[in-house]
């Protein structure tokens, strides 16, 4: 009796860590509709929002009233392998198809497409790939090459991965023009979390984490907010929330109106929106600015 006492105890202990966090109340908005029930990413974009769903669904990029009514979809000209980020910048939209659960794959590409005479248009693939994997058959979810977190960060696009063996997160930068060479870690962040997505607001330099604890009992889900200064991120000036809703969150981004929205896999309310402003919730006080 003595080892599953033991066991339950270190379950708990975690748990409890897990927790940590200050509590970020969220305002539910919307079931988003059965097409997407699977939200993995989440896009601001011309007053409304992007999202698309994860792998095993159609090739399909919706567009969503703010308060997650749809509006209308288009086809993506490019497969669904597994879907996992998306991010705007200017008139182009970027799409990770960078999901890696098992470790094993060789076609991880970010796609950038163009909404034009009504159509979406792939305007070019960026190839992914990373300098320090070596192991290409590993135990599924026992490696550290399953990105799931994008986002355009002062004239880069950032790729943050969801860190199985650790709950870190590595951060890799990806040529916007597009690159053979395999991509070298540029920064590693103690999240103590699996990262599933990410944003960044230019006005207060702030990167956007979301994320949720490996413990498949009690699966807590945070947030944290970090400051960035000439192109890294200042880890010990971050702050972690606790989302005051738990399960399985993939898909964040910072609406127009200044407020984080987020998307939850599964039934029932999916689509959130935080209660107070970013610029309430960021590490050092800042004046409230709109997003660029």
Same mark, same amino acid.
């Given at each position: #009796?003595?080892?599953?006492?033991? %066991? ?16 970020? @109340? ?16 989440? %896009? %601001? ?10 792998? *095993? ?7 969503? =009233? ?12 490019? *497969?669904?392998?597994?879907? @996992?980020?998306?991010?705007? /910048? ?20 970010? +796609?950038?497409?163009?909404?034009? @005479? ?11 790939? +990373?300098?320090?994997?070596?192991? !290409? $058959?590993?135990?599924? /979810?026992?490696?550290? !090459? ?14 943050? =991965? ?30 103590? #979390?699996?990262? =599933? ?7 207060? $330099?702030?990167? &956007? ?25 200042? @880890?010990?000036? *971050? ?22 929205? &987020? ?30």
């Amino acid at each position: #009796m003595r080892l599953p006492f033991l %066991a339950l105890l270190a379950l708990c202990l975690a748990g409890c860590a897990a927790a940590r966090g200050e509590r970020l @109340e969220l305002l539910p908005l919307a079931d988003l509709p059965p097409r997407l029930s699977e939200s993995s990413g989440l %896009a %601001a974009w011309r007053g409304g929002l992007l999202s698309h769903n994860d792998s *095993g669904k159609p090739a399909t990029l919706f567009a969503l =009233t703010a308060d997650g009514k749809h509006a209308r979809s288009w086809p993506v000209p490019a *497969g669904n392998r597994d879907w @996992e980020d998306i991010t705007v /910048h200017g008139d182009h939209i970027y799409l990770a198809d960078t999901g890696n659960n098992g470790g094993r794959r060789r076609d991880l590409a970010v +796609y950038r497409l163009q909404l034009a @005479e009504g159509e979406l248009q792939l305007r070019q693939r960026l190839p992914v790939a +990373y300098a320090e994997q070596h192991n !290409f $058959q590993p135990p599924r /979810h026992q490696h550290n !090459f399953d990105a799931e977190a994008l986002a355009w960060v002062e004239d880069e696009l950032w790729l943050l =991965t969801k860190r199985w063996l650790d709950e870190d997160t590595a951060l890799y930068k990806l040529p916007a023009e597009g690159s053979e060479a395999p991509l070298v870690e540029r920064q590693r962040l103690a999240t103590a #979390m699996l990262v =599933t997505g990410a944003d960044y607001d230019a006005a207060s $330099q702030t990167l &956007l984490l979301l994320g949720y604890s490996r413990h498949w009992l009690d699966r807590r889900a945070f947030l944290w907010l970090y400051p960035v200064r000439d192109g890294r991120v200042e @880890e010990a000036r *971050g702050r972690r929330w606790r989302l005051a809703e738990s399960g399985q969150f993939e898909g964040i981004t910072l609406g127009e109106d200044g407020f984080v929205y &987020l998307s939850r896999e599964g039934g029932g309310s999916n689509l959130f929106r935080s209660r107070r402003p970013l610029h309430e919730l960021l590490p050092t006080a800042a004046p409230a600015q709109p997003r660029r």
